[in-house]
């Protein structure tokens, strides 16, 4: 990698963490209007981890059980949100890459797993395996018991956008390490968090981030909540895998 001057503007900013998650700090913190300030692209999860969250063009949407795929009124609040003001350094078409695959391309262009990445794809999408996580009530479960209600639904081919985050293995617990990502259709009909997909044929754009800014929750059950989870790696694998 070429070195060249260390860019301090940029930066990912995220909006609690996982371990926030995993200690069942699931009422919303952060309102919409606040975090589609930060970026113009970004993901995250409705209030009491109702649905699922898109954000392309600092505009969000969101994915609920039983309700239609909707704009998200900015005012509502979400508990757990990442947004990144997205500018590509590169691009590329691909055809026929799997979820895998097309994380190992980024990163063979990359040239390293030890920066955090946000990905931007848009095109035709196959095997499209999404879920909508459902909303948590009190007494409230764990992450883990919670999503064993999630919603699975499929579209065999679709077109839309891709969009999501990459971070290094050590940040597993303050964020989901590896990649996350979630789908919005070129309609904005239907989406979801992308449990599976296979890029049919599309662009993939990329930026890599050396910044990365974490704003907690300024609430009681977030003070009070303990943190220190010891099967944090397998309940975040289990739960955003
Ligand atoms: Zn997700």
Same mark, same amino acid.
């Given at each position: 990698m070429a070195q060249k001057e260390q860019s301090c503007q940029k930066q990912i900013t995220q909006f609690s963490t996982m371990n926030a998650l995993l200690g069942?700090?699931?009422?919303?913190?952060?309102?919409v209007h606040l975090i589609e300030a930060e970026g113009t692209i970004g993901l995250g999860c409705g209030d009491c981890m109702d649905g699922e969250m898109i954000m392309d063009d600092s505009t969000s949407y969101i994915g609920r059980i039983g309700s239609p795929f909707s704009r998200m009124d900015t005012n509502e609040r979400v508990p757990f949100a990442q947004v990144a003001p997205f500018a590509a350094d590169d691009s590329f078409t691909a055809a026929k890459l799997d979820k895998q695959a097309l994380m190992e391309e980024v990163l063979r262009r990359v040239g390293s797993e030890n920066y955090f990445i946000a990905l931007r794809v848009t095109g035709t999408f196959t095997d499209m395996k999404l879920r909508l996580a459902p909303k948590a009530d009190k007494p409230y479960p764990s992450l883990v018991e919670l999503f064993a209600g999630q919603k699975e639904f499929s579209e065999p081919s679709i077109r839309g956008t891709v969009i999501g985050f990459w971070a290094p293995e050590a940040y597993q617990g303050i964020t989901v390490a590896g990649l996350h990502i979630h789908f919005m259709d070129e309609a904005k009909q239907t989406g979801g968090h992308v449990l599976d997909c296979t890029l049919a044929e599309g662009t993939v754009e990329y930026e890599v981030y050396q910044g990365f800014g974490i704003r907690l929750p300024e609430r009681q059950d977030f003070a009070q909540? =303990?943190?220190?989870?010891? =099967?944090g790696d397998s309940a975040i694998r289990h739960a955003e895998g």
């Amino acid at each position: 990698m070429a070195q060249k001057e260390q860019s301090c503007q940029k930066q990912i900013t995220q909006f609690s963490t996982m371990n926030a998650l995993l200690g069942r700090v699931y009422e919303g913190g952060f309102p919409v209007h606040l975090i589609e300030a930060e970026g113009t692209i970004g993901l995250g999860c409705g209030d009491c981890m109702d649905g699922e969250m898109i954000m392309d063009d600092s505009t969000s949407y969101i994915g609920r059980i039983g309700s239609p795929f909707s704009r998200m009124d900015t005012n509502e609040r979400v508990p757990f949100a990442q947004v990144a003001p997205f500018a590509a350094d590169d691009s590329f078409t691909a055809a026929k890459l799997d979820k895998q695959a097309l994380m190992e391309e980024v990163l063979r262009r990359v040239g390293s797993e030890n920066y955090f990445i946000a990905l931007r794809v848009t095109g035709t999408f196959t095997d499209m395996k999404l879920r909508l996580a459902p909303k948590a009530d009190k007494p409230y479960p764990s992450l883990v018991e919670l999503f064993a209600g999630q919603k699975e639904f499929s579209e065999p081919s679709i077109r839309g956008t891709v969009i999501g985050f990459w971070a290094p293995e050590a940040y597993q617990g303050i964020t989901v390490a590896g990649l996350h990502i979630h789908f919005m259709d070129e309609a904005k009909q239907t989406g979801g968090h992308v449990l599976d997909c296979t890029l049919a044929e599309g662009t993939v754009e990329y930026e890599v981030y050396q910044g990365f800014g974490i704003r907690l929750p300024e609430r009681q059950d977030f003070a009070q909540a =303990d943190l220190n989870h010891e =099967d944090g790696d397998s309940a975040i694998r289990h739960a955003e895998g």
